[in-house]
Structures are given as structure tokens and as C-alpha cells.
């Protein structure tokens, strides 16, 4: 399981540009079952992701597809976590 960071970075004034490719590639990525949650960083800072991928590789690949991280408008981190403990919502990510 990984958490990705999108935040912005010098070239925010591009957000609108490509926002609908943004969301179209967010969209993709939630009919693949590769994001979980998708949510933005508050205060304006950019965006996060909940995701599920066999490999750190898969995912960053995934991830250098945004439209957003293609023209530097966010620059991303990604962390991977191994869950150990959940409550009853989310029991089945321990698998």
C-alpha cells in the first residue's frame, strides 16, 4: 500500500489548464482499483492518494502519467506501508 503526496510547485498557475486531464487520470486510477482515496491537501497544497500496487515501480509509473506531475505543476513523494492494524472499515487492507 502506498501514500502519495501531490504538491504543488512553482508552476500552480497551470492547475486549470489541465485539470480535466488530472481528473480524467484520477478517475482511471479509481476504476482500476489502483487508488483507494483521493482527497486534497488542505490548505491548497495539492493532493493526496490511497493506493494499492504490487510494486513501488508500478506505482510511480502510474503516478508520472498525471498529466499534473507531466508539466510540473505538482511534484510528488510516494511512501510505502505495510499495515499491521486497522479498525473493522478497513480490515481487509491488512491482507
Known sequence: MFIVFLKF????SLASDYMEDH????KKG???NVFL???SLQPNFGGGIIASSPS???IESRIKEDPFVE????QY????ITPSMANEK???FLN
Open 90 to 92: 478497513f480490515k481487509s
Open 37 to 39: 482515496i483521493v482527497g
Open 30 to 32: 479509481l476504476e482500476d
Open 9 to 12: 510547485s512553482e508552476n500552480k
Open 77 to 80: 513523494e510516494i511512501y510505502e
Open 71 to 74: 508539466k510540473n505543476i505538482v
Open 23 to 26: 481528473k480524467k487520470w484520477i
Open 56 to 58: 513501488y515501480s508500478e
